[in-house]
């Protein structure tokens, strides 16, 4: 049976945006199950505090909840210690870091790249709202 390509490596995490990076994280630790969803928790709440941590932590699970349910595949991922970038990782950062940097157009998109189309604006707002989330405390990039 051939593998999934969105599983193929693209690139290395190290090489990829802060964002870009912590979005992919949240993503592993997220579906590493129960065990992973509590570290990255813990791990948000040291770095942003208890009520914004919360925040994010639950709009990344509403964000991944209706791309799971509605993606057009299932989006492969890598290891949590996997220093690897894999191809659907990187289109799902990207897709949240162009939501928060404000490319609404571009974030809807690529939106409807991963889910249905008519799914595609709330998707955006919900990675705008992740994405701005994890920003909090650096200093944003915003695009022309």
């Known amino acids: 049976m051939p593998r999934n390509p969105g599983a193929a490596a693209v690139g290395r995490l190290s090489e990829l945006p802060p964002l870009e990076r912590q979005v992919i994280r949240c ?3 997220w579906c590493a199950g129960p065990n992973g969803q509590g570290a990255l928790g813990r791990e948000l709440a040291q770095r942003l505090g208890a009520p914004a941590a919360e925040r994010v932590a639950d709009g990344l699970a509403e964000l991944l909840h209706v791309t799971a349910s ?3 595949r299932p989006l492969m991922g890598h290891a949590l210690d996997c220093p690897c970038a894999g191809g659907d990782e990187c289109v799902f950062a990207r897709f949240v870091s162009l939501a928060a940097e404000g490319a609404r157009e571009e974030a809807v998109l ?3 790249l991963i889910v249905r ?8 707002q919900l990675a705008e709202d992740v994405g701005l989330g994890l920003m909090r405390g650096q200093e944003p990039r915003i695009l022309q």
């Open 70 to 72: 509605h993606a057009r």
């Open 117 to 124: 189309p008519d799914l595609a604006l709330c998707l955006a």
């Open 110 to 112: 690529m939106a409807s």
């Open 27 to 29: 993503l592993r630790f």
